[in-house]
Each structure stands twice: as C-alpha cells, then as structure tokens.
C-alpha cells in the first residue's frame, strides 16, 4: 500500500470512529453541527478542494462537483430542517471515499503487476579494464565492444555471444517458461537474465536502440494511443455530466413549481433532496475509471505472454481480425536454409556432403552454408584448388585433385553428364564427381515447428481466413502452405506485389473485419503499414518491420498470434461488460431516485457497488495466461 493509500485509509478509519462516537455523545445544537462538519472535513476536504480547483480550471462537470453538491446541499437540509441529522452527508461521503481507495488500490496493483513484469530495464554493464570488471552505464558502451555477463545478471545490451556458454530466462521478454541455451556464435537480446555461465558478448546495438529500450518504449507509450471505446466513455462523460446536471435541478425546481400551479404544497424539501440524491447516484466512476483500467490490464497481461500491443486502439481492432496474412520466409519458416534429403548417390551421404562442403567453401551463399553445415566438419581449404563459378548455374573445383561440379540442372547440360530429376520442393543441388553423376541434394527452409498448430489455434480462434504471401517460387509456396494448411497461397511476389495483393484482400473484408499482416523482414514494412494491423516478430525481426508494426512478437512464434486475438477478444469482452453493467445499473438507480424509490444512502451503495464490481471485472484482463 502507498504513503497515499495509506494517508487514506487513516482518514476513513478516523472519520468512521468519529460518526460512531457521535451515535452515543450527548450534543446538541451548534457544538453538534461543529463536530459533524470537523468528521465531513476529515473525510472530504480533499474532494472539495479538488471541485473548487476544477471550476476555477473551468471543468465544472465532473464526480468531484457532483459529490460537493451533493453532500454540502445534504447539510443545508438537515439545517433547514433543523434535524441534527448529518449522518446521510457524512456517510455518502466516507463511503463514495472507501470506493475510491478501492479504485486506487486495484490499480496501483495492476500497475505494480505490469512495472513487475517488465523490470527488465538493466542498471549496468560490465567492461574488463585491467584484468577487473568495471561497472559502467549501459548507455556508455559504444557498438562492438566486449561486456561480460555474470550469473544471475541482465544481459544489458544485444549482442553476440564471443566467449562462454550458460541458459537464459528469457520469461520477462517472451513468456517463456523454459530457459533457453546459449553458447559461443548465438544472437543474445538484452533484458533476458544469464542464470548459468559467465559470457562475453560482442555488443551489435547502442542501448538506446536494444530490444530491453524498444520494449520499455513500446509498453510506456501505448496508454497515449485511445481506442474507440475509451474515446465514446470520455464523450459520453463530456455530453453526460452536465445533463444529470440540469436534470436534478429541473428535478429540484419543475415538480414543487408544478404542485404550487395546481394548489398543492411545493413539498421544497422532498424534491431538492432528491435532486441531490440523483447527482450522488448519476456519478460516472465506474465507466470512467474501469474501462481504461480494462485496456491498461489487457495491454499489460499481454505484455507478460511476449505479446507487445502499441495501444489499446490496435488491441480493440485486433479483437475484429477475421483475415490473417502471413509473409512466409522467417515468419511461418524458420529462414534458415538446411539439407533436408539426399537421393540417388551410389556414395555414401556424408562423403557426398563433404565433396559438396568442400568445392562450396569459398561461397558465403546460405545454400554453401548449409551444405557447410549439414558437413558438420571444419572446413580443410588445403583440400580444394580451381574453384571457378559458373554464373547462374553453380560451381566447378577439384577436391582431393579430383573434379567435382555442384549446381543446378542446366550446370549439369553444360557438363554434358546425366542426372536425375528431383520432384522433392526445394532447391536441388546436383552432383558431378569425376564427370560422373554422384546424386544431388535437397536443400529446403525449415517450417517453423508451431506454424501448422498456429493456423489451427487461428481457425479455432474465429479467423475465418488464412493467407500467405510470399517471393518464393509456387511449387515451393504451395508446398509449404499445403503442409501448414494455409487457406490461400500467392507466390512469386515481389515488395510491391505483396502490398497490392494486400490491398485486394483489404477490399474483399466484409463489414468491420479486419485484416491483420504478420512478418519479419525489412521487405514487409510497407505491408505491416497497410494492414488494418500489423504484427512483427520481434526478437530476430527487422527493425524497421517493428517499427511499421502495431503488435511485435517477443519470441518469434506463430503460436502468440492467435493468443493475442484472445486476449484482444477477452480485454474487449470485459469492457462491453462494463459499459452494459454500468449504464443499465446506474439508469435504473437515477429512475427511482426520481420517483423517490430510492435515498441517497440506496445511491451511494449504488454508486460505489458498481464502480468496484467493474474495477474487479477489469483486473480479470490480466489473466491470459491460460488462453
């Protein structure tokens, strides 16, 4: 509990003792009215003060004026009336208080439970100077330099892993319960937590543009962005106060003036009682408070999955995606190519991956890569002389002194050597050994092991349509998608095409559906700025795709996405609820207020029941993990 709370809880505690005291103390008169006003003043002297300083900053209208009026017009009528009864004041204020301590309570844990998740922020960096670790700023490392990073310690800054091997929990960025391994070669983003090995990262990122600084970013700005329910609740408020307004004083004045034309008594007292209790009962705390608390914990409990939603208007519109398109190549593949096949060598495979290994050596090509890779060795240049590259078609080098050709169908017509066709999807790489064909090998992008289950979850999720855009060739991209189970495929796609494809499906959404773009790389932004929402992968995407996104996705899983849409789904569920629950109670209270079916003691109860169910109702938006 904060100082604040705590300074609140005194005061309602002290006011609370005191109106019990006043039942059995036997006073009268103007010590009696002293006493009662001392108990209103405990209680509320903080609410007038802050409807005296709002009609003074011209904000006439809202539940602090309506809570002065309200409690100060009780007291002139127990004067007027000459009672002695100034509970009803005192208590409609101690309790509209007890609420607003509630208020503040629930959303101060809130925040605690978002400020917790995402203290990710770290204090320092450790440089080695002289053989010792000196601590330093995070901000004063400069890009390529050497940090080490100890048990237990924030990784500061992204970088790549020189020297060491340990796990990391990487929870507060993904959601990921499962720590991950890390070892010399391997991409580490900061704010993940070094629980094993000591390393040493070669920094690629200044702090301010690490992962740990777009993710504080991203998170503290994304209360600025309104979405379309929070902007009605702040019109409604706008049109609404002032109308309760001139209704209770119409309420106050119509009937008495009504019943003096027809020669009856005015009854003064009755009707200006209840237009002060209609103003206690119209206070809008539950909308105002409960549907951007609503936002703020669904933002949050998304946060907490690895799920990084820039404001709660892409949340609102996220929960209205019918229609999700997916760039292929890093976002439903892994963008890494591998061997997947090798077929008709009458070698044995791992001698026909070494011949090919070797006469690749010189390229830096992600196929030579991969063939390097799939070889599993290092690489003994020594072992390989002539390399000359056929443009287009592959290369031609001796290895051992023997010739050897690795490269497509047409370097293989060239050669004038017989091959086999391969009807496997991939990029088939042929082999000639000693002008004589040795087989050829598959080389494929590795389908991300989630996708397939992604698109079910997304089906499963209320999308009705699932699409894929990509540059790949067709017999590629409709391999892919009929694996994963993608509803349309379109391929061959350059930049531009993949923006004009987006802006057809745009076209065909129905009514308010959506259309949301998933990717990664720096060719997507353009697309990921077209969508009705774009979400990037966040932890190996681009830049400049983040940037162009509403969502980004912490850990790069297919899976999140249809989890967003839950959470999206959910947070807004709530918020119509609040809406529905808040209007149709508090429309109802101020109709019996008004035919004086209900006190003001009946309203305030109204007042502060609803507005704490709702706030309840709201905290729900933080537990997603389960969705």
């Given at each position: 509990m904060t100082k604040k709370q705590k300074k609140m809880l005194t005061r309602i505690l002290v006011c609370a003792v005191m109106l019990i005291a006043l039942q059995v103390l036997p006073v009268a008169g103007i010590p009696r009215f002293a006493l009662y006003l001392a108990a209103y003043l405990v209680i509320g002297f903080d609410i007038l003060k802050k409807a005296a300083k709002g009609i003074g900053n011209g904000r006439v209208f809202d539940e602090n004026f309506l809570m002065a009026v309200a409690t100060i017009g009780a007291f002139a009528l127990a004067i007027y009336e000459k009672s002695g009864d100034y509970n009803e004041a005192i208590a409609v204020m101690l309790f509209y208080q007890i609420g607003e301590l509630f208020q503040s309570y629930a959303v101060g844990k809130s925040r605690k439970n978002i400020s917790a998740l995402m203290d990710i922020r770290p204090d320092y960096a450790n440089i080695e100077v002289g053989g010792k670790l000196e601590k330093v700023d995070p901000d004063e490392v400069a890009v390529g330099s050497i940090i080490v990073v100890q048990p237990g310690e924030k990784v500061p800054l992204d970088g790549v892993i020189v020297g060491g091997a340990s796990t990391l929990n990487t929870s507060a960025l993904t959601g990921e319960s499962l720590p991950r391994d890390a070892k010399t070669g391997d991409e580490i983003i900061s704010g993940c937590i070094n629980m094993t090995g000591v390393l040493k990262v070669r920094t690629t990122k200044e702090f301010g543009e690490s992962t740990v600084s777009r993710i504080l970013e991203l998170v503290e700005n994304s209360s600025s962005r309104k979405s379309r329910s929070e902007d009605f609740i702040a019109k409604f408020a706008r049109i609404y106060t002032p109308a309760v307004c001139c209704s209770a004083l119409a309420l106050a004045i119509i009937p008495p003036v009504a019943r003096l034309v027809m020669g009856r008594s005015a009854a003064w007292e009755q009707w200006i009682y209840r237009a002060l209790t209609f103003l206690v009962t119209s206070c809008p705390c539950a909308l105002v408070v409960s549907i951007p608390l609503s936002f703020f914990a669904g933002i949050g409990g998304a946060s907490k999955e690895g799920v990084l939603i820039k404001g709660s208007n892409y949340l609102e519109t996220l929960s209205q995606v019918k229609t999700v398109v997916f760039d292929k190549t890093g976002t439903l593949t892994k963008g890494v190519f591998e061997v997947s096949a090798v077929h008709h060598s009458p070698m044995e495979q791992k001698k026909l991956l070494e011949y090919a290994a070797l006469a690749e050596c010189a390229?830096?090509?992600?196929?030579?890569?991969?063939?390097?890779?799939?070889?599993?060795?290092?690489?003994?240049?020594?072992?390989?002389?002539?390399?000359?590259?056929?443009?287009?078609?592959?290369?031609?080098?001796?290895?051992?002194?023997?010739?050897?050709?690795?490269?497509?169908?047409?370097?293989?017509?060239?050669?004038?050597?017989?091959?086999?066709?391969?009807?496997?999807?991939?990029?088939?790489?042929?082999?000639?050994?000693?002008?004589?064909?040795?087989?050829?090998?598959?080389?494929?992008?590795?389908?991300?092991?989630?996708?397939?289950?992604?698109?079910?979850?997304?089906?499963?999720?209320?999308?009705?349509?699932?699409?894929?855009?990509?540059?790949?060739?067709?017999?590629?991209?409709?391999?892919?998608?009929?694996?994963?189970?993608?509803?349309?495929?379109?391929?061959?796609?350059?930049?531009?095409?993949?923006?004009?494809?987006?802006?057809?499906?745009?076209?065909?959404?129905?009514?308010?559906?959506?259309?949301?773009?998933?990717?990664?790389?720096?060719?997507?932004?353009?697309?990921?700025?077209?969508?009705?929402?774009?979400?990037?992968?966040?932890?190996?995407?681009?830049?400049?795709?983040?940037?162009?996104?509403?969502?980004?996705?912490?850990?790069?899983?297919?899976?999140?996405?249809?989890?967003?849409?839950?959470?999206?789904?959910?947070?807004?569920?709530?918020?119509?609820?609040?809406?529905?629950?808040?209007?149709?109670?508090?429309?109802?209270?101020?109709?019996?207020?008004?035919?004086?079916?209900?006190?003001?003691?009946?309203?305030?109860?109204?007042?502060?029941?609803?507005?704490?169910?709702?706030?309840?109702?709201?905290?729900?938006?933080?537990?997603?993990?389960?969705?």
């Open positions: 390229s830096s090509h992600p196929i030579s890569k991969s063939l390097q890779s799939a070889y599993g060795r290092e690489i003994d240049r020594s072992r390989v002389t002539d390399i000359e590259e056929v443009s287009g078609r592959g290369i031609l080098a001796r290895v051992d002194g023997v010739p050897v050709a690795a490269g497509n169908h047409k370097l293989m017509e060239q050669l004038g050597v017989d091959f086999i066709d391969c009807h496997s999807v991939g990029t088939i790489i042929h082999m000639a050994i000693d002008g004589k064909y040795a087989g050829h090998i598959v080389i494929s992008d590795v389908v991300k092991p989630n996708s397939k289950q992604a698109i079910e979850q997304l089906h499963r999720a209320g999308v009705t349509k699932t699409v894929m855009l990509t540059g790949d060739a067709k017999k590629v991209a409709e391999s892919v998608a009929k694996e994963l189970g993608v509803d349309e495929v379109y391929s061959d796609l350059l930049p531009a095409g993949k923006v004009e494809k987006l802006e057809a499906l745009l076209s065909r959404q129905p009514g308010k559906a959506k259309l949301a773009f998933v990717g990664d790389g720096i060719n997507d932004a353009p697309v990921l700025s077209r969508a009705d929402i774009g979400i990037a992968m966040g932890a190996m995407g681009s830049d400049a795709a983040i940037e162009a996104a509403d969502i980004v996705l912490m850990d790069d899983e297919p899976l999140q996405i249809a989890k967003a849409i839950k959470i999206s789904r959910k947070c807004i569920g709530i918020v119509y609820q609040n809406i529905i629950f808040a209007l149709v109670v508090k429309f109802a209270c101020l109709a019996l207020v008004a035919v004086g079916a209900a006190d003001m003691w009946a309203a305030i109860f109204a007042d502060v029941g609803v507005m704490v169910l709702a706030v309840l109702n709201a905290i729900r938006a933080l537990q997603v993990h389960n969705l």
